[in-house]
């Protein structure tokens, strides 16, 4: 009896040994399945409506810019204004020493009143001599010598009334006034400075409000912009917007136009130069500082968005990964729009229900079993709006430069 109780016991713990192997190779195989798969992650493509945006380095400069120089030369006695500050047009600014130019006046007036008196001397003459001449007293040789006199008095009168005007004016010129309303520069020119006309810069003047940003964009970004606007002129809708943003990150509260547009191409970097026009009521912006220009454009509707960093590109094509069945994955062809922000608009290859792979695509290959974690635009740092990390004030002053 014993023994066969012992017998059984034996079967049962064999049975369970069994068992328990063969759940343990099952889960070995499992967890072994499971270290092959490609840890990746992924999100849903977006499908939602896209403005179309470029951005562009660029240089806030003045609309009107004058440099201010003396027209006549000598030292400055007097200056009215400080550096900085804003004038009015016809302000007065400085005062150049005037005696010299006081004196010139005083002559040129002196001269005009002898010429003025020799000819009012000799046009006396001449009619009496006409008067004689009439009555056959003189001989109409002697009318003839005292006109060509008189022709002569009148031409020396009006030459010295041309330079009693020069003279007045240039004692008119020895104040500067502003020659037109802006704010003064502080590189102005102190009391005692000798000014010498056309070559000594007082001090620069220049608008505030409104003001350019001027910017350079490419040969493709121009054609992409003049369809823009034809699009735009023929459902009659508004002109492309622009928009500034600072270099501290901040948006410039005013929307700007654009009115300048150079004839030809650089031939040294292959770009085309632009000015915008911005309202600038409060002077926030200043001539010299550096901002992104973004051109906004028509918006597509129902785009299909994947992140820039889930593209890649073979032999000429254009592909993304997705999460495919059974968590495996698959290569799609797509078809590249323009690039917005972190994203690429899809114009076909894939639509909003695909699940893309955004990072894990090193060495990753089609009919891969994927562990999936699905992460949401905002824990990527994915965005519609230009990266500002990739502001360069150098690329604004090429770019104000060419």
């Known amino acids: 009896m014993f023994f066969r109780k012992n017998k059984k016991l034996g079967l049962v713990v064999a049975a369970a040994l ?19 798969a490609s840890p990746v992650k992924a999100m ?14 660029g240089q806030i400069i003045g609309k009107d810019e004058v440099k201010v120089q003396s027209k006549v030369s000598g030292k400055i006695v ?39 008196a020799n000819y009012s001397d000799a046009f006396q ?37 041309a330079l009693l005007r020069k003279a007045q004016e240039d004692l008119d010129d020895t104040v500067v006034y502003a020659p037109m309303t802006g704010q003064l520069s502080i590189d102005d020119v102190a009391v005692g400075t ?20 001027q910017f350079s964009i490419s040969e493709t970004e121009y054609m992409k912009f003049m369809n823009i606007q034809q699009v735009q002129q023929d459902a009659a809708l508004q002109p492309v917007d622009v928009s500034l943003t600072l270099s501290d990150g901040s948006v410039y509260p005013y ?13 040294n970097t292959g770009s085309l130069t632009l000015k915008a026009i911005f309202p600038n009521p409060e002077g926030s912006l200043l001539p010299g500082m550096f901002a992104r ?62 699940t893309v792979v955004v990072e894990g695509l090193t060495n990753l290959q089609e009919g891969k079993e994927l562990a999936v974690t699905m992460v949401t635009p905002e824990e ?22 060419s």
């Open 125 to 161: 003459d001449l009619q009496r001599y006409q008067t004689l001449y009439e009555s056959a007293a003189i001989a109409e040789q002697t009318v003839a010598n005292q006109q060509a006199k008189v022709n002569a008095y009148y031409a020396a009168a009006a030459s010295n009334a």
């Open 293 to 354: 220009v973004r051109l906004s454009g028509r918006v597509i509707s129902g785009a299909i968005l994947v992140p820039q960093r889930a593209v890649q590109q073979l032999l000429g094509k254009s592909f993304v990964m997705v999460v495919g069945d059974g968590n495996k994955s698959e290569a799609r062809t797509v078809e590249l729009g323009d690039l917005v922000g972190s994203y690429y608009i899809i114009k076909s290859g894939i639509t909003e229900k695909d």
């Open 194 to 213: 000798y000014a010498a006309p056309g070559s000594t810069i007082l001090v620069t003047i220049g608008s505030s409000d409104p003001i350019y940003a």
């Open 44 to 57: 849903k493509a977006i499908k939602q409506d896209t403005p179309l945006t470029s951005e562009f380095a």
């Open 78 to 116: 007097e200056k009215y204004v400080r550096g900085g500050q804003f004038v009015q047009e016809g302000q007065p600014l400085y005062k150049i020493d005037s005696r010299q130019y006081e004196s010139a006046v005083l002559q040129a007036r002196a001269n005009l009143a002898q010429a003025e």
């Open 380 to 401: 990527m740092g994915f965005s519609l709006l230009p990266d500002m990390n990739l502001f360069d004030a150098d690329a604004a002053k090429k770019a104000s430069n």
């Open 255 to 267: 929307l700007g136009n654009i009115v300048e547009t150079d004839r030809a191409l650089t031939q």
């Open 18 to 36: 069994s068992a328990m192997l063969l759940l343990g190779g099952c889960g070995d195989e499992q967890q072994a399945a499971r270290s092959n």
